[in-house]
C-alpha cells in the first residue's frame, strides 16, 4: 500500500469512529502544537501528523490548486462530534465543491498566495468558502458583504473605503487584505490562538473576551471548545475544520473536487482615469456581467472617481485593455459639470439644459424620484458614453422594463433569482444602498428576459 493510502486508510478510521466522541478537552501548547497553540486530548489526532513525514527531495508545484492548498494544511485530523457533524452536512450538498470550484477559479489563487505571504495557517484560505462560498456579492440579514463577510461597523472602524461608487468589502483584493490584516490583529490580541481569533472574527473580540472572563472567575478552561459562545460562534470553527478535512482527503469521503489551475487568474491594469464600467469590459473583450465579476467592488456604471484607478482583467488580456485605453480620446471619458440647483429647476429641465437624460441624472447623483432641493450641486456627466453605457447594461434589446412590488420576506437573492438578473443589476438599476434594507410595498425596476 503506497503511503498516501496508508494515511487515507488512517485518517477515514479516525474521522468516523471521532463522530461518536464528545467535544474534547483542550490543553495549551506551544505554538507549533495543532491548528491554534492548542493540541486536542486522545480522542483527536494531532494536526500536524501526515505532513512530517520526510521528503527525499521536495515536491514540484501541484498543477491544481486544491492539491497545493492540501500540501499546506494541518488541522485536518482534529475531530469531534461538532466536526463531525459539520462534515456531514458539508457532504450532503453535492453542488457545493463544484460551485465553490468554479468561484476558487478567479479568486482563490490569489487569497491563498496573500495567505502564504504572511506565514498564516493555509486553512484561513479556505474560510470564505466558510463565509460566502467565495461569493464577492454575497450580504447577509445582519449587512455583513462580500466573500469575507466584513460588517458595516468593522470596516467603518477599521477605514475600509465604502461610498455610493464603491466598496471595498466586495473588491477581492481590498477585502482580503483588510480580512487578513484584521485576523492578524486579533490573533496578537488572544496570545497567537487562532482558534480564539477566529471566533472573534465570527462573534465579535468583545463577546469573545467577555466569554474568556467569565470562564477564568469559574475556573474553567478558557480555549474555544469549552467556551460559553453563541450558536452560530459555536459552529463556525467546526465548519471549517470540517471543510478542511474534506479538502484534505476526498478520497476518503468519495467526493470529486473539480480542479483549479495553480496559477493567477487576473491582472491588474491601469484605467488612466475614471471610466465607463461597460467602455472597460469592451476594451478587455468581455461581456460587462463576466467584468463585473472580476470588479465586484464597482457599483455603478463607472469606476469610482475617489479609488486608484486600477481594474483587474483575466490573465493575459492586459496589454490589449492598456492599449485600448491609450487610445481613448478625451470624448471617450467621463467628464462632469456640477451644477447648483436653482429655485423652479427639475430634473426635466436641467436634462434639456444639458442634453442629458434625467434617467443619467437620477443615476450618477442617487437620485430617488424627482425630488431634488435648491441650492444642492448636482453632477451633470458630459460627452455620450454614459447614455451608451445605461442603455446597453439594461439592455433593452432582448430585455424589457418590469416593475415589481417587494413583499414581505423578499430579499436581492430571492429577487435575483426569480427573474434570472444579478443583484448588481438591481442595486444598479434601482440606484439602491447595498448596505439598506428592502421594505415591504419598495417598487423596484427589473429588466427581464424578452423572450
Same mark, same amino acid.
Given at each position: 500500500?503506497? %503511503?498516501?493510502?496508508?494515511?487515507?486508510?488512517?485518517?477515514?478510521?479516525?474521522?468516523?469512529?471521532?463522530?461518536?466522541? *464528545?467535544?474534547?478537552?483542550?490543553?495549551?501548547?506551544? @505554538?507549533?502544537?495543532?491548528? @491554534?497553540?492548542?493540541? /486536542?486530548?486522545?480522542?483527536?489526532?494531532?494536526?500536524? #501528523?501526515?505532513?512530517?513525514?520526510?521528503?527525499?527531495?521536495?515536491?514540484?508545484?501541484?498543477?491544481?490548486?486544491?492539491?497545493?492548498?492540501?500540501? !499546506? /494544511?494541518?488541522?485536518?485530523?482534529?475531530?469531534? *462530534?461538532?466536526?463531525?457533524? @459539520?462534515?456531514?452536512?458539508? /457532504?450532503?450538498?453535492?453542488?457545493?465543491?463544484?460551485?465553490?470550484?468554479?468561484?476558487?477559479?478567479?479568486? %482563490?489563487?490569489?487569497?491563498?498566495?496573500?495567505?502564504?505571504? +504572511?506565514?498564516?495557517?493555509?486553512? $484561513?484560505?479556505? %474560510?470564505?468558502?466558510?463565509?460566502?462560498?467565495?461569493?464577492?456579492?454575497?450580504?447577509?440579514?445582519?449587512?455583513?458583504?462580500?466573500?469575507?463577510?466584513?460588517?458595516? #461597523?468593522?470596516?467603518?472602524?477599521?477605514?475600509?473605503?465604502? =461610498?455610493?461608487?464603491?466598496?471595498?468589502? /466586495?473588491?477581492?483584493?481590498?477585502?482580503?487584505?483588510? *480580512?487578513?490584516?484584521?485576523?492578524?490583529?486579533?490573533?496578537?490580541?488572544?496570545?497567537?490562538?487562532?482558534?480564539?481569533?477566529? #471566533?472573534?472574527?465570527?462573534? !465579535?473580540?468583545?463577546?469573545?473576551?467577555?466569554? $474568556?472572563?467569565?470562564?477564568?472567575? =469559574?475556573?474553567?478552561?478558557?480555549?474555544?471548545?469549552?467556551?460559553? &459562545?453563541?450558536?452560530?460562534?459555536?459552529?463556525?470553527?467546526?465548519?471549517?475544520?470540517?471543510?478542511?478535512?474534506?479538502?484534505?482527503?476526498?478520497?476518503?469521503?468519495?467526493?470529486?473536487?473539480?480542479?483549479?489551475?495553480?496559477?493567477?487568474?487576473?491582472?491588474?491594469?491601469?484605467?488612466?482615469?475614471?471610466?465607463?464600467?461597460?467602455?472597460?469590459?469592451?476594451?478587455?473583450?468581455?461581456?460587462?456581467?463576466?467584468?463585473?465579476?472580476?470588479?465586484?467592488?464597482?457599483?455603478?456604471?463607472?469606476?469610482?472617481?475617489?479609488?486608484?484607478?486600477?481594474?483587474?482583467?483575466?490573465? !493575459?488580456?492586459?496589454? +490589449?485593455?492598456?492599449?485600448?485605453? #491609450? @487610445?481613448?480620446?478625451?470624448?471617450?471619458?467621463?467628464?462632469?459639470?456640477?451644477?447648483?440647483?436653482?429655485? !423652479?429647476?427639475?430634473?426635466?429641465?436641467?436634462?434639456?439644459?444639458?442634453?442629458?437624460?434625467?434617467?443619467?441624472?437620477?443615476?450618477?447623483?442617487?437620485?430617488?424620484?424627482?425630488?431634488?432641493?435648491?441650492?444642492?450641486?448636482?453632477?451633470?456627466?458630459?460627452?455620450?458614453?454614459?447614455?451608451?453605457?445605461?442603455?446597453?447594461?439594461? =439592455?433593452?434589446?432582448?430585455?424589457?422594463?418590469?416593475?415589481? +412590488?417587494? +413583499?414581505?420576506?423578499?430579499? &436581492?437573492?430571492?429577487?435575483?433569482?426569480?427573474?434570472?438578473?444579478? $443583484?448588481?443589476? $438591481?442595486?444598479?438599476?434601482?440606484?439602491?444602498?447595498?448596505?439598506?434594507?428592502?421594505?415591504?410595498?419598495?417598487?423596484?425596476?427589473?429588466?427581464?428576459?424578452?423572450?
Amino acid at each position: 500500500m503506497t %503511503l498516501r493510502g496508508l494515511l487515507l486508510v488512517i485518517s477515514s478510521i479516525i474521522f468516523m469512529a471521532g463522530c461518536q466522541t *464528545a467535544p474534547p478537552t483542550v490543553t495549551a501548547q506551544s @505554538s507549533e502544537s495543532a491548528a @491554534s497553540g492548542t493540541v /486536542l486530548d486522545e480522542a483527536v489526532t494531532d494536526a500536524r #501528523a501526515p505532513r512530517q513525514v520526510a521528503q527525499s527531495k521536495p515536491l514540484p508545484p501541484p498543477e491544481d490548486l486544491w492539491e497545493r492548498i492540501r500540501r !499546506g /494544511l494541518t488541522w485536518q485530523t482534529i475531530h469531534n *462530534a461538532q466536526i463531525g457533524a @459539520s462534515r456531514d452536512a458539508f /457532504l450532503r450538498q453535492p453542488t457545493y465543491l463544484p460551485v465553490v470550484s468554479e468561484r476558487a477559479a478567479l479568486y %482563490l489563487h490569489y487569497i491563498v498566495e496573500e495567505v502564504e505571504k +504572511r506565514g498564516m495557517p493555509m486553512e $484561513i484560505a479556505l %474560510l470564505p468558502l466558510v463565509e460566502s462560498t467565495l461569493n464577492p456579492f454575497a450580504y447577509s440579514s445582519q449587512n455583513a458583504a462580500g466573500m469575507w463577510q466584513v460588517m458595516p #461597523a468593522t470596516a467603518k472602524h477599521y477605514g475600509m473605503a465604502r =461610498n455610493w461608487w464603491y466598496d471595498g468589502r /466586495l473588491d477581492v483584493r481590498e477585502s482580503t487584505g483588510f *480580512a487578513l490584516d484584521y485576523l492578524e490583529r486579533l490573533h496578537k490580541e488572544f496570545d497567537g490562538d487562532w482558534m480564539l481569533a477566529l #471566533a472573534a472574527y465570527n462573534g !465579535g473580540k468583545g463577546r469573545v473576551a467577555r466569554a $474568556i472572563a467569565k470562564a477564568e472567575k =469559574n475556573g474553567k478552561p478558557t480555549n474555544y471548545w469549552a467556551l460559553q &459562545l453563541p450558536r452560530e460562534t459555536t459552529k463556525y470553527i467546526p465548519k471549517l475544520i470540517a471543510l478542511t478535512a474534506i479538502i484534505a482527503y476526498p478520497e476518503a469521503f468519495d467526493v470529486t473536487i473539480p480542479n483549479v489551475a495553480n496559477a493567477p487568474a487576473f491582472e491588474i491594469v491601469g484605467t488612466g482615469g475614471q471610466i465607463e464600467m461597460l467602455r472597460a469590459a469592451e476594451l478587455a473583450g468581455m461581456e460587462l456581467k463576466e467584468f463585473r465579476r472580476y470588479n465586484p467592488g464597482q457599483l455603478r456604471w463607472a469606476t469610482s472617481p475617489d479609488q486608484p484607478q486600477e481594474l483587474l482583467v483575466p490573465v !493575459g488580456t492586459g496589454k +490589449r485593455f492598456e492599449l485600448g485605453v #491609450a @487610445s481613448l480620446g478625451p470624448e471617450d471619458r467621463v467628464s462632469w459639470q456640477h451644477y447648483r440647483i436653482r429655485r !423652479g429647476d427639475s430634473l426635466i429641465s436641467i436634462a434639456r439644459r444639458f442634453d442629458t437624460e434625467v434617467g443619467l441624472l437620477r443615476e450618477v447623483n442617487n437620485v430617488r424620484g424627482n425630488l431634488i432641493r435648491a441650492g444642492d450641486t448636482m453632477m451633470i456627466p458630459d460627452g455620450s458614453a454614459w447614455a451608451e453605457s445605461l442603455a446597453l447594461a439594461q =439592455n433593452n434589446q432582448n430585455r424589457i422594463e418590469k416593475g415589481y +412590488r417587494v +413583499r414581505s420576506g423578499d430579499s &436581492l437573492y430571492g429577487i435575483a433569482g426569480k427573474f434570472n438578473v444579478t $443583484i448588481d443589476d $438591481i442595486i444598479s438599476w434601482n440606484s439602491l444602498n447595498p448596505r439598506s434594507y428592502l421594505q415591504p410595498g419598495q417598487r423596484l425596476t427589473l429588466y427581464v428576459s424578452g423572450g
